[in-house]
């Protein structure tokens, strides 16, 4: 469903801290949809998710739908670091990377 290059395996693994990195998208942003990205811990697992991406990502089940096929990757650039979705079912996105459309 959604696949995680190296460096965003890398990266989210460190954030995770044992835990999860949560994933999930909310009305707003540019063009419709934002990205949500969020920590929980073992004990304050919200449920219901689906089963952790490399175990340690968990995708909303409400954003499923609109994240099947995507890919995550972690980009360095000067002005600073950040978590690129390359979403196949977003028609639109705004130039941050943070929003999209269906």
Request: with cysteine.
């Amino acid at each position: 469903m959604v696949t995680l290059t190296k460096l965003a395996k890398e990266h989210l693994k460190s954030e995770a801290n044992d835990g999860f990195v949560t994933l999930g998208i909310k009305s707003g942003g540019c063009n419709g949809f934002e990205y949500v990205w969020g920590i929980a811990n073992k004990d304050n697992r919200e449920q219901p998710c689906l089963e952790p991406v490399e175990g340690f990502l968990l995708i909303d089940p409400e954003a499923e739908s609109y994240l099947v096929g995507s890919q995550v990757d972690y980009i360095t650039e000067l002005a600073g670091s950040f978590l690129k979705v390359s979403n196949p079912s977003a028609t639109s996105s705004c130039g941050c990377g943070e929003s999209f459309g269906v």
